[in-house]
């Protein structure tokens, strides 16, 4: 089945600006990085959730998004899921925090009992980031669970992948509605109103990944921790870059 990508308005009240340490790469080398990305509020209900080692996103509209094959796409592997702010889109921008690419839909048991299999070694762990930073709001009746979407990332030695796109300002990637093509900007204003996921084509995702790669000029690809916390992925890193050099981009190379 093929994957089916969306571009989902996220409200600024719920987005912190937030120095992080991390890997990235930076002119197509990947680079020990510390700096500030826009993610929602570390320690309340964070979705897209992107301190651990794979990002996970299970509530925020994540219910409105097509995801149960019916002889149509569905949210599935290789699906891309652009995360940007409702405010600036009032004013006419896109201003995009985080590209997701979805490496697999972890299901939740019927009812709400427990979490995803793969993460039943986190339910009611209180020890458990993924638990106190995401899954628990699910019991807390803010939220319901149903699909959890488990991010594809670099160190997955993949082409796609997941990354936040930060500017060469420092800031999120930035850019005015009107540069869309006239169809997918018609689109685009049509969903604004009612913050409603906008479904992309194939084409429509091309164009907007296109745009924002043009655009960035720090790809932040790992696990984040906050500024000064020792960071657990270093080995994700040195497994990847063991590994022969694959395409990042059309005519670029992953270098370590």
Partial sequence: MQPLHYLIFHPDSER???????????????????????????????????????????????????????????????????????????????????????????????????????????????????WERHFKYAFLGDHEGIYTYVSRQWFDSKDEYSFLPISQNGDRVTFDINILSPNFKILVQSKIKGRHPVLLSKEQKIELLEITLSLTNVQVIDNLTRQYEKINSTDSCKRSCKRNSTSIAKGSKRIC
């Fill in 16 to 130: 912190q600006k937030t120095e992080v340490h991390s890997y990235a790469l930076i002119n197509n080398q990947v680079t020990d990085w510390k700096g500030h990305v826009w993610v929602d509020k570390p320690g309340g209900n964070e979705d897209p959730f992107v301190f651990s080692q794979r990002w996970l996103y299970s509530y925020c509209h994540a219910t409105q998004l097509r995801r149960k094959p019916k002889n149509t796409p569905y949210v599935t592997e290789g699906s891309y899921l652009f995360f940007c702010s409702g405010n600036a889109a009032d004013k006419g921008a896109i201003q995009l925090d985080t590209v997701f690419v979805v490496d697999h839909s972890a299901n939740w048991p019927n009812n709400q009992q427990g979490l995803p299999e793969e993460f039943q070694q986190d339910y009611k762990n209180t020890k458990s980031d993924l």
